[in-house]
Structure formats: C-alpha cells, structure tokens
C-alpha cells in the first residue's frame, strides 16, 4: 500500500513560471514532510521541510503548501530555472520514527 | 566535513555472486539508513541501524539480504546470490542522534547492476 501518492509524474515548465508538485498521505500520524531534490546519478538532496503547525513555509524560490485536512502538501517553485530541472521526491514520517516514506518522484524539465 | 560516503559507486554482478555496499556516515552521525531506488521508482525504506544494532528491518527482504553497522567501520549492506531483480541503485543516509529523521543526509549511492 503506497502511503504517500505523488503528482504528476513528469512536468515540462516554461523558464520563469511556476512548478507545481502535489503530495497526498495516507496515514494521520505523519507529522514531517520534507521535499528532496535529485539530479541524474546523485543522492536525494534535502531542499526544504514542514510540520502540520504552519501551513506555508518558504525557502527563497521554494514553498511547501500543507493542507492537513485534506491530508496534502505541495511544492511551489517559482520562478522556475532550467537549473531547476531535476526528480522532486515528497516524503513524510512521523516523531519517534526516523525512516522516511517517499512518493514516486516528479521528473521537472524546465525549458529555457 | 564530508557527506556521506558510499562505495563503490558502481558495481557489477553476475548472477549468483555476493554484493557488498558500504556507507560511511558523516562524522557525529550515528544513524544509518538504506534505501533502494528502482528505474522511476521512489526510494523504499530497507533498514535503519544505529551502532551495533538494527533498529527496524522491516523493508529488507528476508533472505539474501543482511546489513550490519559495526563499531568501527563503514555501514555495509550484504546481498548474497544476487538475481537481475537486485539490480538499483541503493542509497545510504545518516543523521545525527538528536535530529533524527529532520535531516537525514544521502550518499550518492552505489549503482548496482546485476548480469
């Protein structure tokens, strides 16, 4: 059972517009939820990461949208910048439990 | 301060043959966790060790896989008589003990390719 549905799966984003991926959870105890960046043949990179206390976060170009009774979170790239273009992982876990629960991937190309 | 640190980064099997996967942690960190990648797959959870133990297991298959984090020396993730189906790439990641899961750091995994 995947607990963590992650859309879409591939984008294609005009340089300078905004880059949407959206994340929906499952499982109600989940309580972090951090987006990861990968480029081709690196680690997952941490880029930013909310807690259901606050309904936004920002880091610079980056926004985590947190909708808890929907049970979804998104992130906003504005802005966006063919440096941009790399696979965007959501994931979630909750307090006491370190492992992480990670959607499919959003495969991003922004085009110049 | 070095990341994480896998090794190698590639390697190639063939059928029937044992695979060792190591992961250095970063310096403090006494966390590790492995994750595999399938083609346009997310990363499945596979084991969480600190020093000496094993914490959860619950996403490693039962048999032919093992992992173990010594006392001293790098993480290695084990997979014994490896089938085409192991063939991923497998992600360490580490974190320090007081942080846990809020900044867990990857390697840049080891490509494992099974002929």
């Known amino acids: 059972q995947q607990q963590v549905k992650q859309s879409p799966q591939s984008l294609i984003v005009q340089k300078g517009g905004i880059s949407i991926i959206n994340c929906a959870y499952e499982?109600?105890?989940?309580?972090?939820f951090p987006w990861y960046q990968q480029f081709p043949g690196k680690g997952p990179a941490l880029l930013i990461a909310i807690r259901p206390d606050v309904s936004e976060k920002k880091e610079g170009r980056f926004t985590i949208s947190f909708n808890k009774s929907a049970k979804q979170f998104s992130l906003h790239i504005m802005d966006s910048q063919p440096g941009d273009s790399a696979t965007y992982f959501c994931a979630a876990s909750y307090s006491g439990y370190s492992t992480l629960t990670f959607g499919k991937g959003t495969m991003l190309l922004v085009s110049p | 301060n070095a990341g994480v640190m896998q090794n190698p980064r590639h390697l190639v099997r063939r059928r029937g043959q044992e695979a060792r996967l190591r992961c250095s942690p970063m310096?403090?960190?006494?966390?590790v966790y492995w994750y595999r990648q399938l083609p346009e797959e997310g990363l499945k959870f596979m084991v969480y060790?600190?020093?000496?133990?094993?914490?959860?297991e619950s996403g490693m298959p039962k048999e032919r896989f093992s992992a173990e984090f010594p006392k001293e020396g790098p993480s290695i993730l084990r997979i014994q008589q490896v089938v085409r189906g192991d063939s991923a790439a497998y992600f360490c990641a580490s974190s320090p003990p007081e942080l846990m899961n809020t900044e867990a750091f990857f390697g840049q995994g080891t490509r494992l390719t099974v002929v």
């Open positions: 499982n109600t105890a989940f309580d972090y």
């Open positions: 060790l600190q020093k000496e133990n094993i914490i959860d």
């Open positions: 310096k403090g960190h006494s966390h």
